[in-house]
């Protein structure tokens, strides 16, 4: 099912766990408020595909993965996509500077490509927070940006 001209509902709900990944009616609808919110437009500036790693995530699926539980990830609630292109650092800053966003996280790598850039995305109160996300003995660990 589309819910844009270049992302589809199977992509944002694709896992390669065997866990039930079932979106709720109001979750669907929250995935394509973030689709058509922030990632067609951003994948139209982009020019390129924008490879999803993760969407929505059922709470066995988060668990599974180690997502966050309190608070709950907005992968969870469907607001939130784990994105990977060539130039995760430049899509970052695409993002950054041109785009309305609630969460924008530069994911572990180093100082000059994170590994994947997390993104969400709500159609009211969006904070526009930038953090930094880097693995310390194991853990993760959350730095504010901006
Ligand atoms: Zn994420």
């Given at each position: 099912m589309n819910l844009s001209k270049n992302f589809t509902l199977e992509e944002l709900t694709r896992?390669?766990?065997?866990l039930p990944n079932i979106p709720s009616e109001s979750e669907k609808a929250k995935l394509a408020e973030l689709v058509n919110g922030l990632l067609q437009p951003l994948r139209d500036k982009w020019g390129k595909p924008i490879n999803v790693t993760s969407g929505f995530r059922s709470s066995a699926v988060n668990k599974e993965q180690g997502?966050?539980?309190k608070p709950l990830s907005q992968h969870c609630k469907g607001e939130a996509a784990d994105l990977e292109t060539d130039d995760n650092a430049h899509l970052f800053h695409l993002i950054c500077e041109h785009?309305?966003?609630?969460?924008?996280i530069w994911e572990s790598g180093n100082d000059?490509?994170?590994?994947w850039?997390?993104?969400s995305y709500k159609t009211k109160g969006n904070r526009?927070?930038?953090?930094?996300m880097t693995v310390v003995?194991?853990?993760?660990?959350?730095?504010?940006?901006?």
């Amino acid at each position: 099912m589309n819910l844009s001209k270049n992302f589809t509902l199977e992509e944002l709900t694709r896992t390669n766990l065997t866990l039930p990944n079932i979106p709720s009616e109001s979750e669907k609808a929250k995935l394509a408020e973030l689709v058509n919110g922030l990632l067609q437009p951003l994948r139209d500036k982009w020019g390129k595909p924008i490879n999803v790693t993760s969407g929505f995530r059922s709470s066995a699926v988060n668990k599974e993965q180690g997502g966050s539980i309190k608070p709950l990830s907005q992968h969870c609630k469907g607001e939130a996509a784990d994105l990977e292109t060539d130039d995760n650092a430049h899509l970052f800053h695409l993002i950054c500077e041109h785009f309305d966003f609630d969460q924008l996280i530069w994911e572990s790598g180093n100082d000059l490509q994170p590994d994947w850039v997390h993104v969400s995305y709500k159609t009211k109160g969006n904070r526009k927070q930038v953090l930094r996300m880097t693995v310390v003995k194991g853990k993760k660990r959350y730095t504010v940006i901006s």
